[in-house]
Each structure stands twice: as C-alpha cells, then as structure tokens.
C-alpha cells in the first residue's frame, strides 16, 4: 500500500490509538495490515470506549410516549355477526393502555360473560390470545374477551406493576386502570354484569389477584395462573424474594378476601415458586376452608393434583391445581403462543368452567 495514500495513513493512526490504549496486539495487527496492503478493517475500541458502549446497551430502554397519536376509536356497540377481534383503549387517571377485544358471533342479542385476560411479561394482546385459545373457546361458547396491553412507558418488559405498592389497591394505578377500562367495555357492549371475570399468567396473573381483592364488586371470579398473592411485594426486592419463594405470609382466614378464585402453577416453575400458588388460595379461602384432595391425569400429558377448597356451607370457594413437571408456562396452551406448555390440562377450559359456576355473589 502506498505510505502515502489516505487508507495507509488512516490504518497507521489506529494503529498509534491502540498502542496508546495499550492493547498492542490489535495495534501489531493494524501496522501489519498496512504493510500488506488488505483492506483496513475496523479498529478495535479502546478500553474505555467498550466500557462506555457497554454503560449504553444496559441502560434500561424506555419508548416516550407519541402525545400526538389519535387514540384509537371506541368500539361500537354490538351488531350480530361473525366473530370480531377488535382494538381499542382507554385513558384513565393513571394513563392509557390499548387492549383488544374478542366479539362473539351474535354478540348483542342477549347479556354475555366477559373474561379479562392480563398478559405476562414480553407478552402481548395478541400472543396472549393465541397461546391460550380463549377466543377459540369464547366463539363455540359466547363470551366476550377483553385483553388489555401493558406499555413500554409502563414497564419496560411489559410487566404488570403488581410489586409496586402504588398499583395494589382500589382508585390508583394500573388496579383503577384496568377496572375502568372493564367498565368501559361493559357501556359499550351487552356484557352481564354478574359474570366478569379476570385472570392472567405470571405478573398478570399477581394482577388478577389484585384486582379481584380491589374489586369484589366487579370482578366475580379470578383465574391466577403462575402468579403471587395481593401484598406478596411491596418493591423489586420483596418481589424477588417472593417469587423465590419468600413472599408475605398467607393472610387469616379473617382478612381472607372470600372472591372465588382458581389456581393453576407448575411444581418445576422455576420463575416464580409454587409456593405462591398456596398463598393465592389462602388468600382466597382462607386456611379454615375444608380441602379435597384427588390425583388427575391429561391422557398423554401431565400428571396434576387438583385441591378443592370449601367453606363451610359446603360452597367451592377456590381450586388448586399443581401441574406435576411442569414450567412456567400456560397450561394445555397452544404453540401458537408464548409461554405455553401444551402437555398440561387445559386451564382455559378448567377456568371458564369455574367462572360459569361463580356468578357475583349477592350484594357485590
């Protein structure tokens, strides 16, 4: 190569930057390739470059909000026809989230359930849906599906912020969020106000659980799905060590919330401990509920133990089931979806089936 020419040079000062940052290999490397005129590649930053480069790929992304984007428009009001899969969202005192919502064919012609369905982390409306078949289910059996999207501004991973101890209770945060957007919903479509229901998987379902202890008057039943207890976490720390296994002790049966809930966790759930899915029910039933206690099989699946919880007028006040081996994942779901184990029962159909036998109780 010519000593002369702009590439020669241009090698030569990497080569001098490198001998600068101590790294003399690459800079041998760089004056070799100038001797032999090859093509220069690029230099290797210094060390403090990487550091800084590094320091720029962990900061934690956050998307800001477009403030000029038109919302969505509304849905209308229910007109029979084929099934629809619609977008909306709603705006509230704690912000705006965008959700989608499953019609029924021949929605509109009577009173129809509503299932709340509240993704995990990563997860969207779409995926969610489709990794546990619940419009498939809700078309065959006319019910209304509403699935709320939680925002990048909201948490970067997509999370429901069910550790923070202002999205915990009635009237604030992404709790007050959510049930108005159910409200909403409700005014827009002939929706039976006795059979809303709410359930979810992971950091969704903790948030199912939140809102059925906020809202007994809303929400008739509650499906939580490898979640935590309400009050399990107060911060990132506690949530840590909660889904560990080290979450808030279960409540008495005195502080029990009483709201019908379901529960399904897998024992080899690594992310978040199956021992949360004993505090959901003890938070639910309370410990004075009578438990019966049988041996399940999937034909060709998974093994499960499925704890019936009553009180004492002999009422089902919540079910347990441990999906023996398996993950943190939906189960019976569908590949099409995320977080799915598809050799488990199938906890769609096992919650709807709940769901229909719980109706909002009289004077909720």
């Known amino acids: 190569m010519n000593p002369m020419s702009p590439d020669f040079q241009q090698m030569m000062r990497n080569a001098v930057d490198l001998t600068r940052s101590g790294d003399l290999r690459a800079a041998t490397a760089a004056i070799q390739a100038a001797l032999a005129g090859t093509a220069p590649a690029a230099a290797p930053a210094a060390p403090g470059a990487m550091r800084a480069r590094a320091e720029v790929i962990d900061?934690?992304?956050r998307e800001l909000p477009d403030t000029?984007?038109?919302a969505p428009p509304r849905p209308a009001n229910d007109t029979p026809g084929p099934g629809r899969f619609i977008a909306g969202s709603h705006s509230g005192a704690a912000g705006r989230r965008d959700f989608k919502l499953y019609i029924p064919p021949g929605a509109g012609q009577r009173a129809l359930p509503l299932v709340v369905m509240l993704h995990g982390c990563t997860q969207t409306p779409d995926d969610f849906a489709a990794g546990t078949a619940m419009n498939e289910l809700a078309a065959a059996q006319g019910f209304y599906v509403l699935y709320p999207a939680q925002s990048q501004q909201a948490n970067p991973q997509r999370c429901w912020n069910w550790f923070k101890h202002n999205h915990q209770a009635r009237g604030r945060g992404e709790p007050a969020l959510l049930a108005g957007m159910t409200r909403e919903v409700m005014a827009a479509h002939t929706v039976d106000a006795d059979r809303v229901y709410v359930a979810g998987l992971s950091a969704g379902g903790a948030m199912a659980a939140i809102l059925g202890k906020a809202y007994p008057d809303l929400?008739?039943?509650v499906g939580v799905h490898s979640g935590l207890a309400a009050g399990s976490a107060t911060d990132l720390p506690s949530a840590l060590g909660a889904m560990k296994g080290g979450g808030q002790p279960a409540p008495d049966s005195a502080s029990a919330s009483g709201v019908a809930t379901i529960v399904f966790h897998g024992d080899a759930d690594t992310t978040v401990h199956p021992a949360?899915?004993?505090?959901v029910v003890a938070a639910s039933a309370g410990p004075g509920s009578s438990v019966d206690v049988e041996q399940l099989a999937t034909p060709g699946g998974r093994a499960h133990t499925r704890s019936v919880h009553r009180a004492p007028d002999g009422t089902v006040v919540a079910e347990h089931w441990l999906v023996h081996g398996a993950?943190?994942?939906w189960s019976?779901?569908?590949t099409q979806g995320s977080y799915t184990d598809a050799h488990g029962p199938d906890a769609s159909a096992e919650m709807l089936r709940f769901f229909m036998a719980h109706p909002r109780r009289p004077g909720h």
Not at 276 to 279: E, I, S, V
């Open 68 to 70: 000029d984007a038109p």
């Open 276 to 279: 949360n899915a004993q505090q």
């Open 59 to 61: 900061v934690v992304a």
């Open 327 to 329: 993950a943190h994942a």
């Open 332 to 334: 019976g779901g569908s």
């Open 219 to 221: 929400y008739a039943a």
